[in-house]
């Protein structure tokens, strides 16, 4: 879209509501200048394509294998990054995948996804142990048992937590050089947060990103301290936008993406209906986390959709195809805690398995 759409209102009454957005898979990522494009030997100009990836805890180490199972195939294919969101979870993958294609090309990304969720992995027997009680206390917590809650500025182990996140970012990601990567021909980096007193969404744009305002977007109210950046503080970008879209679509006419990826954790549909109070709080969890995408996606489908019955002007407005990328299996909200290697690898293997499917079908 190269202006704004109007605001108020959805497409004319006596006329069919836009068609939903493809539900496929795909995803990818380039990396700075020619290495952030990727074109075949015709010479056609590349796609230009913006990806958002939903925060979900653990379950975003599908978006890692998704983004990973992208960026494998890269070369082969005629896309250009022009932007990368991430809420959460989803902030540490885009962040991840940008700085590996703005400092060298895709291997670089993927190497960099591996390794911070290496890191992230409970993989000795204390992280364990840990990991297990974590789990079980939420999942005993959503069925409503009477679980004694402690503030996360009461436990220390929330801030090991945050410790341990920024310890991992930094391990991986020079914050310092980020300025400096950012310019016209590089990718939007945005992250989500929201600002807790006032209220309002927040992200954080390219040289903004530091560790603290990527801690701040995993700052989940209940498990971890709000993460204060230029004397506000933030938690979770959950709250917010989940993930950030509005930024991706504001970009230079000639930056402006042809098409959205979405990397979506929250199951969109559910068959049967929720009737245990375990069902009920899970898709309660489901519903929360897609409310803020839902309504984005919705305004692009509605330009779209004016678009095509040529109620904007063509001149000023462009269509953007979206598709969703989406985690194919339901799991417990509770799992969500769950860092086990077997858990998260089996995540990242059907995000690779997603990635491929959807290259494939192009």
């Not at 605001?7 to 836009?18: I, L, R, V």
């Not at 795909?26 to 230009?48: H, M, N, Q, R, V």
């Not at 998704?66 to 070369?75: K, R, S, T």
């Not at 294919?77 to 540490?92: K, M, N, Q, R």
């Amino acid at each position: 879209m190269s202006e704004n759409a109007p605001t108020s209102g959805g497409p004319p009454a006596d006329d069919p509501e836009p068609t939903r957005a493809e539900e496929s898979a795909d995803d990818g990522t380039p990396a700075a200048e020619e290495k952030l494009s990727s074109t075949t030997d015709g010479g056609s100009d590349p796609t230009t394509v913006a990806i958002a990836c939903q925060g979900g805890g653990s379950h975003t180490a599908f978006t890692g294998g998704v983004l990973a199972g992208l960026l494998g195939e890269w070369e082969d294919h005629e896309y250009d990054l022009v932007g990368i969101s991430g809420t959460s979870g989803g902030a540490f993958n885009a962040l991840a995948a940008w700085y590996g294609l703005v400092t060298a090309d895709a291997d670089r990304s993927v190497e960099l996804l591996e390794a911070i969720w290496d890191d992230l992995v409970a993989d000795d027997v204390f992280d364990r142990v840990v990991n297990d009680g974590v789990v079980a206390w939420s999942r005993l917590e959503s069925v409503g048992l009477g679980i004694p809650r402690v503030s996360p500025y009461l436990n220390p182990g929330s801030r090991i937590g945050q410790e341990r996140i920024v310890d991992t970012l930094e391990r991986h990601i020079d914050f310092d050089a980020i300025p400096d990567l950012c310019g016209y021909d590089t990718p939007e980096l945005v992250v989500g947060t929201v600002d807790v007193q006032e209220g309002e969404f927040e992200t954080f744009v390219n040289e903004e990103v530091t560790p603290r305002a990527v801690l701040a977007s995993a700052a989940v109210p209940t498990l971890f301290e709000g993460v204060e950046v230029h004397g506000t503080l933030h938690w979770d970008g959950i709250f917010s936008q989940n993930p950030p879209v509005k930024d991706l679509l504001h970009l230079p006419p000639d930056r402006k993406p042809e098409e959205l990826w979405v990397i979506q954790i929250n199951p969109q549909r559910r068959e049967g209906v929720p009737r245990s109070l375990d069902d009920i709080v899970d898709r309660r969890n489901e519903l929360a986390g897609n409310l803020s995408l839902n309504q984005e996606l919705r305004f692009v489908e509605y330009v779209n959709h004016w678009l095509d019955r040529g109620y904007l002007p063509e001149d000023r407005f462009e269509r953007i195809d979206v598709h969703r990328l989406q985690l194919p299996d339901r799991h417990h909200a509770s799992t969500k805690l769950d860092r086990s290697p077997e858990f998260l690898e089996g995540l990242w293997e059907r995000g690779e398995t997603r990635a491929a499917a959807f290259l494939n079908g192009r």
